[in-house]
């Protein structure tokens, strides 16, 4: 066994990406206390830049990344990333773990801890610095094969982007969003019904009817409807998606509305065209449908991709 194909996540540089999460200060205090090596990235504008403006603040090669509303878990920083007997790709490939949503308890990649390396985010091009690519203008590229941005399998953390309306809205839209597209295009309603992923379409619909249950949780829920019918059933530029500087304009245009009524009408609509199931859950079936949230909730390993394990339950 070569150490060189080991490396302790602790000795690797950390770095606190935030912009404007209104938590982010709070978080910041106690990821130090946590990670005392840590480093920080505030309010770069963009999310290609920003990533590059990680990538330049860490000092090795290869760096984690915690996003601003994200709190680790305390253990992941005890773990070794083994590339033991591992493809060589393993060692240039970008990770993003998953983390717990708190809003709906949905484990994925959204908002979770992420490792990247130094020359991976100089060279890409993606949201602001996109090459035209429709995988990359609204989120990085995980779809195409030859993509050395992964998605893993196991969870590391927890996302809270419900501290205030604006933010749980704002998280909710995105998803609304990016969670109907097909591999980054926008589909036509006999495309989505076709080929949009399962898995999105479940998770897609749980942010449009779970968690009431918590602080702000029917803002998200109406912004998850709102971004899916907008795409979906308007002529509203789904590219508009990537741009954060956008959202407070939006934002202006609903927060004086009464999510619920809005929800239920925006769910009339999404169910009657897309065939999508609407029923926003009571704060107390909200938290009950978390507790019993069939998603995996033991890791296999840091290095294990979501696709071996979905390839070792399907028998491919």
């Known amino acids: 066994m ?34 005392p090596w840590a480093k920080r990235v505030d309010g770069v504008l963009g999310s290609d830049a920003a990533h590059k403006a990680a990538g330049e603040a860490s000092e090795t090669e290869r760096f984690i990344l915690i996003d601003g509303d994200n709190m680790p878990d305390e253990e992941f920083f005890n773990i070794q990333l083994d590339f ?77 982007p419900n501290y205030t309306p604006f933010q749980a809205w704002r998280a909710g839209f995105r998803e609304g969003v990016k969670m109907v597209l097909d591999k980054g295009a926008r589909a036509t309603v006999d495309e989505f019904k076709q080929r949009v992923a399962t898995r999105n379409l479940d998770n897609l619909t749980i942010w449009q009817n779970v968690g009431d249950d918590v602080d702000n949780g029917i803002w998200a829920i109406y912004g998850a409807r709102l971004g899916t019918h907008m795409t979906m059933l308007t002529e509203w530029d789904h590219l508009n998606v990537m741009w954060f500087e956008n959202y407070p304009a939006m934002w202006e245009q609903h927060k004086n ?25 009571t704060p107390e079936q909200s ?13 296999k390993g840091p290095l294990v991709t979501e696709m071996e394990v979905i390839r070792e339950i399907e028998g491919w």
């Open 2 to 35: 070569s150490y060189d194909n080991i490396i302790d996540v602790a000795d690797l540089d950390c770095i606190y990406l935030s912009y404007d999460e209104p938590q982010k200060e709070e978080f910041w205090l106690q990821i130090k206390n946590m990670v």
């Open 84 to 160: 033991t007997d591992k493809d060589p790709r393993y060692k240039l490939a970008q990770f993003r773990w998953k983390a717990i949503n708190n809003i709906n308890g949905l484990r994925y990649g959204n908002g979770g801890m992420s490792s990247w390396t130094k020359t991976y985010v100089d060279q890409m091009t993606t949201h602001e610095h996109t090459d035209g690519s429709t995988h990359t203008q609204v989120d990085f590229c995980m779809d195409s094969a030859d993509s050395l941005y992964w998605a893993m399998y196991d969870c590391y953390s927890t996302t809270y």
């Open 257 to 281: 509305k009464d999510p619920y009524v809005e929800a239920e009408i925006l769910g009339e609509a999404l169910n009657n065209k897309l065939g999508l199931p609407m029923c926003i859950l």
């Open 287 to 299: 938290s009950f449908f978390k507790r019993h949230y069939k998603a995996d909730r033991y890791n």
